[in-house]
């Protein structure tokens, strides 16, 4: 049973981690870091969708909902920061 436990704990981890990382790497101006921080959103955001409705009927929406806003987020603010100016 705690080996169950510690599996959710890492899946869970992973999936938080990941949207952390990419809201982290939002935050650089650089074009090279826009694709690993869109691909780090991409499964964070995925990832948030699948936890999401997979655990609907508890508090899903809700574990599932933060990992899905700082995915979200590091995409606009990547998209936006690494605007190219006229």
Do not use: C, D, H, Q
């Not at 982290?24 to 699948?50: C, N, Q, Y």
């Not at 979200?72 to 190219?84: A, D, G, Q």
Request: proline residues 2%.
């Amino acid at each position: 049973m705690e080996s169950l436990a510690l599996l959710v704990s890492i899946i869970l981890l992973v999936i938080y981690l990941s949207s952390i990382i990419a809201f982290g790497l939002s935050w650089i101006r650089r074009k090279s870091w826009m694709i690993v921080t869109i691909v780090f959103a991409l499964f964070g955001l995925a990832s948030g969708i699948w936890l999401a409705i997979t655990l609907i009927n508890g508090n899903g929406l809700f574990i599932g909902a933060i990992p899905v806003l700082f995915a979200s987020f590091s995409i606009w603010n990547t998209l936006r920061r690494n605007k190219v100016k006229p």
